[in-house]
């Protein structure tokens, strides 16, 4: 650009809002981001993961990370939600009747662990969790209300919050003695075998009076 030829600079671009390029790329990067995400807390964990380095693994900007996420716990939570994905499957869960309830929800939860796919971020979630106190948070918040919380309300059961909050401390003990410390023989044993010898508990957690 020249002098006196009349053409401006661009005004700044505001932190947390994209530009219409960015804009443009539309649900396709928040999916982006969220796979970005996953792959960094599992590969550097909490501390080390910062939003400037999931917009750079997804390939966006990371005022792009702010406008659909916000802070970083706000993008750790996502990653969690997108690996239980809470609203797909609470009504299958819940099925027609209570019967049933506490196996249902103890297969849910086993079988997320058990797929490949979900269990290196849930892996890399509990050890944040385990070592920092943000990332612990993030988890009980959606463990307890965005899951287990809405199960109990569903099921107009009295004291539902700390029923849930049993059941959460049951399914996240299993959850680390199995899969992040990996103590024998339960680290070994059958998933059918666990959920046929937890989910009574659980029922009687989440419907007993």
Known sequence: MTEGDGNQAPPPRRRGRPSRTEAKT????????????????????YDKTSVRGIAKAAGVDAALVHHYFGTKDEVFAAAIELSFEPALVIPDILGSSTEGLGERLAGYFIGVWENPASRAPL???????MTHEA????????????????IADQLDVPDATFRAELAASHMVGIAVLRYVIRAEPLASADPQKIIAMVG??????????
């Open 200 to 209: 009574p508990t659980l029922q009687r957690y989440l419907t007993e009076a």
């Open 26 to 45: 539309g649900p396709g990067a928040r999916t982006r981001i969220l796979e970005a995400a996953r792959t960094e807390f599992s590969e550097r964990g």
């Open 135 to 150: 990332a612990a948070k993030v988890l009980r918040v959606f463990v307890l209300r965005r899951l287990l919380d809405r």
């Open 123 to 129: 892996l890399a979630i509990m050890r944040s969790a």
